[in-house]
């Protein structure tokens, strides 16, 4: 049986790409860039690149000249990648995009690599994936830089009492199981730490939450809806519950008070030398 594909939108990557500019540790870009400083040309492979934000916010970061290959299982979202490349000192940067499944890639295709990147990648694999991408980062012999993996915690203002139990039913829904597929949802940042020490890789976290508010109202409704979508489909009995609290989380919304954190972990794979 072939295992379902959750298909990423984008136009909620889109919606995505300021926030999470500025959620990802500008503290992780600069020691990245200070470890791959030795190179004249950079050769950065993005796992799961989507429409190819990570590399619009990286590569100004990032010394050298660079060349960018970015792996998606979605050619629609590559196309949008790569027609809308990085800018670097106001010259476009080389981006080749490949049509993948980024949890089979052999070290052939990542020969050649001075840099691996992902983002809002890690919890939708499941163990033996993520246990493949991480043996193949370390592999490659260079750095990974994977940033934005939820962790599962988020904190609303002002606080209501089922805050809490949507939380935990949405992490469940994250950890569901997709056809054959137990995904690791926030689980995974967590193993990835642990699976790459286990190779002997040094390993960095640092925090990069989401702060969603009025100041980006377009992806806190559409966050708020799915977080509220995925909670109901997990735990019918908050089904009766939940459209009181959505029409006054949106109230929260449009009268400015609503501020939320969705916390994220950034994590920095240097391999063992
Ligand atoms: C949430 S999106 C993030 C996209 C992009 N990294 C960003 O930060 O905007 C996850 C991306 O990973 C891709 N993806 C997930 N699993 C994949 C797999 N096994 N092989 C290739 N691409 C995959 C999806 O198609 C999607 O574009």
């Known amino acids: 049986m072939s295992a379902p594909v959750v298909r990423v939108g984008a136009d909620w990557l889109a ?5 999470d500019g500025a959620a990802r540790s500008t503290e992780l870009a600069s020691a990245v860039a200070r470890v791959v ?24 970061r990032l010394p050298g000249r660079q060349h960018w290959v970015l792996h998606d299982r979605d050619t ?5 990648a790569a027609a809308d490349p990085p800018i670097v000192d106001g010259v ?4 080749e995009t490949r049509r993948d499944d980024l949890t089979r890639l052999g070290a052939a295709d990542l020969a050649g690599a001075t840099l691996i990147t992902a983002s809002a990648l890690l919890d939708m694999l499941t163990f033996d994936e993520l246990e493949r991408v991480v043996a193949g980062c370390v592999e490659a012999g260079c750095p990974s830089l994977i940033t934005l993996s939820v962790t599962g915690r988020v904190r609303l203002t002002p606080p209501e009492p089922l805050d809490r139990r949507i939380e935990s039913a949405f992490n469940a829904h994250q950890r569901r199981r997709a056809g ?12 990835a730490a642990d699976l790459a020490r286990d190779r002997g890789a040094q390993v960095r976290m640092v925090a990069s939450p989401w702060h969603l508010g009025a100041s ?12 509220l979508d995925a909670a109901a489909a997990q735990e019918p009995t908050l089904t009766e519950a939940l459209p009181d609290y959505a029409a006054r989380r949106r109230a929260h919304l449009a009268d400015t008070r609503l501020r939320v954190v969705v916390d994220h972990l950034d994590l920095l794979i240097l391999p063992p030398r």
């Open 216 to 227: 980006c109202a377009g992806l806190t409704h559409a966050w708020l809806t799915g977080w």
């Open 15 to 19: 919606l995505r790409e300021p926030v």
């Open 37 to 60: 400083a030795h190179h004249r040309h950079q050769v950065v492979h993005d796992l799961g690149s989507g429409t190819g934000s990570m590399g619009r916010w990286l590569a100004p």
């Open 92 to 95: 476009a940067v080389g981006v």
């Open 76 to 80: 629609d979202l590559l196309d949008v």
């Open 180 to 191: 054959e597929r137990a995904l690791l949802g926030p689980d995974a940042v967590t193993i």
